[in-house]
């Protein structure tokens, strides 16, 4: 089993608020880092550290952590931001990276 | 532009070996750690491995140690992901990825287009 749990699917109405959500012991001490991929496309980095986001990434994206959980969020969701979405973190005890399984997302 | 441009499709038979590139444009890939991650089709992210800024040392995922070797040429900005002993499982999309990190939190920024590879006979 995977370090990184995530639920595989969630919905959000237009325009509405979506909490993704992914739990590892690892952030504990790490923060993670946001990829959104669409089909057919290489992932993308939305979110990464405390709340930090590339250029290019619209502000309703967002980042949080508490506990072992670390969260993204997108407040007033579109319908371009339905896509599949992957955390990641460093490992937990060694030099290796982990993804958690990844959320798909509807955009009702 | 940052941008990285790896190599095309490619088809393999089972048992034999492939070699990705991945060419960095716009940056120096002696400031980087990079790594690769590959992709199955239907399937999620999986993390294969790093390789160091100055190409000295790589650190690999436990279930390809032993099959996967990562190297770069700095005079072409180029590296490479080789794996050996394919077998049908390894037919996914390969990405490279360039790694960028602060305390604390590491993050892949940006990644390659993807590059194929079918393993079938």
């Known amino acids: 089993s995977s370090e990184l749990t995530q639920d595989p699917a969630a919905s959000v109405a237009l325009g509405q608020t979506v909490r993704i959500t992914c739990q590892g012991d690892n952030f504990r001490t790490y923060y993670a880092s946001w990829y959104q991929q669409k089909p057919g496309q290489a992932p993308v980095l939305v979110v990464y550290?405390?709340?930090n986001r590339p250029a290019g990434i619209p502000d309703r994206f967002s980042g949080s952590r508490s506990g072992n959980t670390a969260s993204l969020a997108i407040t007033g969701a579109q319908a371009e931001d339905e896509a599949d979405y992957y955390c990641k973190s460093r490992g937990s005890s060694g030099n290796y990276w982990v993804f958690g399984g990844g959320t798909k997302l509807t955009v009702l | 532009q940052v941008q990285l441009v790896q190599s095309g499709a490619e088809v393999k038979e089972p048992g034999a070996s492939v070699k990705v590139s991945c060419k960095a444009l716009?940056?120096?890939?002696?400031?980087?750690?990079m790594h690769w991650v590959r992709q199955a089709p239907g399937q999620g992210l999986e993390w294969m491995g790093v390789i160091n800024p100055s190409g000295t040392s790589t650190s690999y995922a436990q279930k390809l140690q032993g099959r996967v070797a990562m190297t770069r040429d700095t005079s072409t900005s180029t590296l490479y992901m080789e794996l050996s002993s394919l077998t049908s499982e390894d037919t996914a999309v390969y990405y490279c990825?360039?790694?960028?990190?602060?305390?604390?939190?590491?993050?892949?920024?940006?990644w390659g287009q993807g590059s194929l590879v079918i393993v079938s006979s």
């Open positions: 550290g405390k709340n």
């Open positions: 990825a360039r790694d960028q990190s602060t305390e604390g939190t590491w993050w892949f920024d940006p």
């Open positions: 716009g940056y120096s890939i002696i400031n980087h750690y």
